[in-house]
């Protein structure tokens, strides 16, 4: 079983930093292209950013020039930086996981991330 697990949320004033670190284990072959998401009260959940295995990175025209991200083995990191009100949201890991030859998509459990004005 692999398991995507979330830090690094918080309450933050607006123009403030948070880092979100994402990290998956279990039985892992590989992983191809991770990605953060986030679902504000009463909105879908969208994507915020993503990053294939070989490092080409695609963001929401809402968080280009303010969030980046990134990733090493089994970990995605999301840097955002100049935070606004309306970045309140739950971000959610998202990790396409290859086990035995067969890929899988997961999910981490979300993290809260606040931004005050």
């Known amino acids: 079983q692999v398991q995507l697990v979330e830090s690094g949320g918080g309450l933050v004033q607006a123009g403030g930093s948070l880092r979100l670190s994402c990290v998956a284990s279990?039985?892992?072959?590989?992983?191809?292209?991770m990605g953060w998401y986030r679902q504000a009260p009463g909105k879908q959940r969208e994507l915020v950013a993503s990053i294939t295995s070989g490092g080409r990175t695609n963001y929401a025209d809402s968080v280009k020039g303010r969030f980046t991200i990134s990733r090493g083995y089994a970990k995605v990191y999301l840097q955002m930086n100049s935070l606004k009100p309306e970045d309140t949201a739950v971000f959610y890991c998202n990790a396409d996981v290859v086990i035995d030859y067969t890929t899988r998509n997961y999910w981490g459990q979300g993290t809260q991330v606040t931004v005050s004005s």
């Open positions: 279990g039985s892992i072959s590989s992983i191809n292209a």
